[in-house]
């Protein structure tokens, strides 16, 4: 039976340091996990004989290949903002900002989405250009804004662009001042 898209997928390291795919029963490899975390699939890693939690080590480990790779995301600054973070006790505050930075990213991206099914959706050849669109920005998002895009269930709007920029431009301003903030506390 196989698992959908929302359920998480179990790999369990060997002794050998080998990942084993519990779904297809196959091993994989941190280039196989990162395209299933692309394609929007939860994973979990554990370790076959102690049964601890090794998921956060192998994503740290994969976004360091990324980027000693040159697809460079995280800038320097923000690096060493990170590395800043462990050592003044910021810790507890950084994990719920980053996650919401990222969830203001998605939901930017979502409303970016809507605005132009709203405003061009009458448009001949708009359906083929949005598809082009959102696998752009999914590609560029590495996966990171994976099932967030509108729904597809066909409803098209006129909404107030306005509105809608108003509010992008509220995230923006959102964003900028917790990097502010983030910013300062690394000081």
Same mark, same amino acid.
């Given at each position: 039976?196989?698992?959908?898209?929302?359920?998480?997928?179990?790999?369990? +390291?060997?002794?050998?340091?080998?990942?084993?795919?519990?779904?297809?029963?196959?091993? *994989?490899?941190?280039?196989?996990?990162?395209?299933?975390?692309? %394609?929007?699939?939860?994973?979990?890693? *554990?370790? $076959?004989?102690?049964?601890?939690?090794?998921?956060?080590?192998?994503? $740290?480990?994969?976004?360091?290949?990324?980027?000693? +790779?040159?697809?460079? *995301?995280?800038?320097?600054?923000?690096?060493?903002?990170? *590395?800043?973070?462990?050592?003044?006790? %910021?810790?507890?505050?950084?994990?719920?900002?980053?996650? %919401?930075?990222?969830?203001? $990213?998605?939901?930017?991206?979502?409303?970016?989405?809507?605005?132009?099914?709203?405003?061009?959706?009458?448009?001949?050849?708009?359906?083929?250009?949005?598809?082009?669109?959102?696998?752009?920005?999914?590609?560029?998002?590495?996966?990171?804004?994976?099932?967030?895009?509108?729904?597809?269930?066909?409803?098209?709007?006129?909404?107030?662009?306005?509105?809608?920029?108003?509010?992008?431009?509220?995230?923006?301003?959102?964003?900028?001042?917790?990097?502010?903030?983030?910013?300062?506390?690394?000081?």
């Amino acid at each position: 039976m196989a698992k959908t898209e929302g359920e998480t997928l179990l790999i369990k +390291r060997y002794a050998s340091r080998r990942l084993y795919n519990t779904e297809t029963s196959d091993y *994989v490899t941190l280039d196989d996990i990162s395209g299933f975390i692309r %394609a929007g699939r939860e994973v979990q890693i *554990v370790d $076959l004989k102690s049964g601890d939690d090794l998921t956060r080590q192998y994503l $740290l480990q994969i976004i360091a290949e990324h980027e000693s +790779r040159g697809d460079t *995301v995280l800038p320097t600054n923000v690096l060493t903002d990170l *590395v800043r973070s462990y050592t003044e006790g %910021a810790q507890s505050m950084v994990p719920d900002f980053l996650s %919401a930075s990222f969830d203001m $990213l998605r939901d930017g991206q979502t409303k970016m989405m809507e605005s132009m099914s709203g405003s061009m959706g009458g448009m001949p050849g708009f359906d083929q250009i949005k598809q082009q669109q959102e696998a752009f920005v999914k590609t560029m998002m590495g996966g990171w804004a994976a099932g967030s895009g509108p729904a597809p269930d066909g409803s098209e709007g006129n909404p107030d662009k306005a509105a809608d920029s108003s509010e992008l431009e509220q995230i923006k301003k959102q964003l900028a001042e917790m990097q502010a903030a983030l910013s300062k506390i690394g000081k």
